[in-house]
């Protein structure tokens, strides 16, 4: 297991580089860097940019909060599409990392072909089923 993981970080480290980056772009304005092996990932927080919440390249993730512990709805919730359960957003980007480390160089390419930041994204649909579930964040099952 930890072989697979070695080579979907060293896949994924083209977009691991532009998360790092965009990142450490925020350091001077107040974000911290923190490794979180719960998400596979190195984590910027308090990131000071944005409408709020967070953003995954590679194994990095960006975002604007205190902890990816807080909760949030799914893509499907906000657009009005159903009710569910509030999910933990760590949960939601850990899909995005896992999608990362397969797909790598290739998954932002997919991504944006599949509707960018959108309730109509299968990733996002993906990393939503995973945060409620625990498993699918594979976009195509």
Same mark, same amino acid.
């Given at each position: 297991?930890?072989?697979?993981?070695?080579?979907?970080?060293?896949?994924?480290?083209?977009?691991?580089?532009?998360?790092?980056?965009?990142?450490?772009?925020?350091?001077?304005?107040?974000?911290?860097?923190?490794?979180?092996?719960?998400?596979?990932?190195?984590?910027?927080?308090h990131w000071p940019w944005?409408?709020?919440?967070?953003?995954?390249?590679?194994?990095?993730?960006v975002h604007t909060g205190?902890?990816?512990?807080?909760?949030?709805?799914?893509?499907? %919730?906000?657009?009005?599409?159903?009710?569910?359960?509030?999910?933990?957003?760590?949960? %939601?980007?850990?899909? %995005?990392?896992?999608?990362?480390?397969?797909?790598?160089?290739?998954?932002?390419?997919?991504?944006?072909?599949?509707?960018?930041?959108?309730?109509?994204?299968?990733?996002?649909?993906?990393?939503?089923r995973y945060a409620l579930?625990?498993?699918?964040?594979?976009?195509?099952?």
């Open positions: 297991m930890w072989t697979l993981r070695l080579l979907g970080i060293a896949w994924t480290a083209p977009n691991t580089i532009v998360g790092l980056l965009l990142g450490l772009a925020g350091v001077p304005f107040g974000a911290r860097l923190r490794l979180q092996r719960r998400e596979l990932a190195l984590v910027f927080r944005g409408p709020g919440g967070a953003i995954t390249f590679g194994n990095v993730i205190e902890t990816l512990d807080r909760l949030c709805m799914t893509y499907a %919730h906000r657009a009005g599409h159903c009710i569910q359960p509030l999910m933990r957003l760590g949960d %939601h980007e850990r899909a %995005h990392v896992l999608q990362y480390m397969v797909l790598g160089p290739l998954f932002l390419p997919l991504y944006l072909l599949c509707g960018g930041i959108s309730v109509r994204n299968r990733f996002e649909r993906a990393a939503d579930t625990g498993q699918g964040w594979w976009p195509w099952s």
